[in-house]
Nanobody, 129 residues
């Protein structure tokens, strides 16, 4: 069974940090491009950071640059998103996605979720004092 499961979300104060995990089962992540996306209430889903596990190439959207780091552990079939200096504007449900057919930039720019092979159910991040 193919599955992506996110974890690590929660409530954090502004300026704090969280590390999200995306565990894959049923397929090897090292053949895929993996992306972290987020969606706030009333807003469209947007790409945050993407990783091609085979060679470690990464791409970050403007919202993530300098604060977030995407990384992977192929042995654990898991991708992580380290988020630092969190702001209230980062409050969203965070999703991971996987597809073998895109570049890291193309996946992170994807706005049509149906065009991406696999999605997780999401994990909620709330940044608030």
């Amino acid at each position: 069974q193919v599955q992506l499961v996110e974890s690590g979300g929660g409530l954090v104060q502004p300026g704090g940090s969280l590390r999200l995990s995306c565990a894959a089962s049923g397929f090897p992540l090292d053949y895929y491009v993996i992306g972290w996306f987020r969606q706030a209430p009333g807003k469209e889903r947007e790409g945050v950071a993407c990783l091609r596990s085979s060679d470690g190439e990464t791409y970050y959207t403007d919202s993530a640059k300098g604060r977030f780091t995407i990384s992977g552990d192929n042995a654990k079939n898991t991708v992580y998103l380290q988020m630092n200096s969190l702001e209230p504007e980062d409050t969203s449900t965070y999703y991971c996605a996987a597809d073998p057919g895109y570049t890291v930039q193309a996946l992170c720019s994807m706005t049509q979720s149906l065009l991406v092979d696999y999605w997780g159910e999401g994990t909620l991040v709330t940044v608030s004092s």
